[in-house]
């Protein structure tokens, strides 16, 4: 029996499409993003907020370069694999804080989406440190997010 042949597809779509999939899975509902979008921010996040889809295209683009990069380096689909579920941890911090309405909820989800990135950063050095590198912007704003939501908490009781 002869195997699947995935080299028919390149590999740069193929690594698109197991990115993409989990950013369109867990979206929240338009009233769980509307109330997120109500809730008091911090005024340097609220100066920042302008640019947020931009920062978050670029966290995306790195990430498609360091999946990309992974596989050139060890085709392994198991490595691989570690980007679509990084993909969901990190939408599913939006999607559980918008749908609890729990700010401490959607900090703990960025805080287990920051260490799990972290972890396929190390994993990533000595396979490829370019790749670990592609992770670095993620791992970078991540903190970032996870203190201004939890610095939020107290700004909307």
């Not at 889809?53 to 992974?70: D, K, N």
């Not at 694999?81 to 939006?94: D, S, V």
């Not at 909820?105 to 805080?111: F, P, Q």
């Not at 950063?121 to 670095?136: D, E, F, M, T, Y």
Request: net charge positive; glycine share 6%; charged share 10%.
């Amino acid at each position: 029996m002869e195997g699947c042949r995935v080299s028919a597809v390149p590999s740069w779509l193929l690594i698109l499409v197991l990115l993409v999939l989990p950013l369109l899975a867990i979206n929240p509902s338009p009233e769980d993003y509307a109330w997120m979008m109500r809730l008091n921010r911090p005024p340097w996040l609220v100066g920042l907020q302008v640019w947020t889809p931009l920062l978050w295209l670029v966290i995306y683009a790195f990430l498609l370069g360091s999946a990309l990069t992974t596989w050139q380096a060890e085709a392994n689909w198991r490595l691989l694999l570690a980007y679509p579920l990084l993909l969901l941890l990190i939408k599913g911090h939006t999607w559980l804080l918008c749908r609890t309405h729990r700010l401490d909820y959607g900090a703990m989800a960025c805080g287990l989406s920051w260490m799990y990135g972290l972890g396929l950063a190390v994993k990533l050095i000595g396979i490829s440190p370019s790749s670990a590198v592609g992770l670095l912007p993620f791992l970078l704003w991540s903190p970032v997010e996870i203190w201004s939501l939890w610095k939020m908490r107290s700004m909307n009781r």
